[in-house]
């Protein structure tokens, strides 16, 4: 099956430091979300990007599909983009399953 | 997108007993997910949900542990049957609108614990 690995495990920073999670996956795929999991266990949908780049207020992100690879881009950070943030990949060829990878855990400190 | 609820949103179960988690979608829903996400873990896979027939477990999940049920497009139920201490996690629900190509929305989970 598809593997996903998600770098760097944990990461903490100061309010306002800008940071870059990235994700490595083994296959093909024609879906790529990324989640942020807050502190009560609701996973919020960031992007779904299979390809290209989006820019959502502070948050973008950027899949090179051809590489396997895709980045999230978190500026300005804030305490309340604390959290676990999830790559899931997938697609039509997997039944629309998502594997998920072991995320990346933030802590913003003020 | 799609509005997800679940029921219950959270519960402490005893051991040897059964819990059954809802899921109502507010929208007609072709493809609908159940995942497992144990304490300090990711989220696994545990079957497809199909609507008329039996849903499609993954290797590790069986059909005697985790019953499920899909009367319509637009709710499922997850039975966490003959509960242990290692089925305490949160359970989540997930859809594939049909017009949003492939990208999947979550429901708030429900958050189990097995004394």
């Known amino acids: 099956g598809i593997q996903v690995e998600q770098s760097p495990p944990d990461l903490i920073l100061q309010e306002g430091a800008n940071s870059t999670l990235r994700c490595n996956f083994s296959?093909?795929?024609?879906?790529l979300q990324w989640f942020h999991q807050n502190p009560w266990g609701q996973l919020i949908n960031l992007f779904y990007?299979?390809?290209g780049t989006k820019q959502n207020g502070r948050l973008s992100a950027t899949t090179v599909a051809t590489e396997r690879y895709s980045l999230l881009y978190i500026s300005s950070s804030q305490t309340t983009d604390s959290g676990v943030y999830f790559c899931?990949?997938?697609?039509?060829?997997?039944?629309?399953?998502?594997?998920f990878g072991a995320g990346t855990i933030l802590r913003v400190k003020s | 997108s799609a509005v997800i609820s679940q029921k219950p949103s959270r519960d402490i179960c005893q051991r040897g007993t059964s819990l059954t988690i809802q899921c109502q979608v507010d929208?007609?829903?072709?493809?609908m997910f159940w995942y497992r996400q144990q304490p300090g873990q990711s989220l696994t896979l545990i079957a497809t949900?199909?609507?008329?027939?039996?849903?499609?477990?993954e290797s590790g999940f069986v059909i005697d542990k985790f019953p499920i049920s899909r009367p319509n497009l637009t709710f499922s139920t997850l039975t966490v049957s003959n509960m242990s201490p290692e089925d305490s996690s949160i359970y989540l629900c997930?859809?594939?609108?049909?017009?949003?190509?492939?990208?999947?929305?979550f429901g708030p989970g429900t958050r189990l614990t097995v004394t």
């Open positions: 997930s859809v594939v609108g049909d017009r949003s190509f492939g990208e999947q929305y």
């Open positions: 990007i299979p390809s």
């Open positions: 899931a990949v997938g697609g039509w060829e997997y039944g629309n399953k998502l594997v």
């Open positions: 296959d093909s795929v024609n879906n």
């Open positions: 949900a199909n609507q008329g027939s039996e849903a499609t477990y």
């Open positions: 929208s007609q829903v072709t493809m």
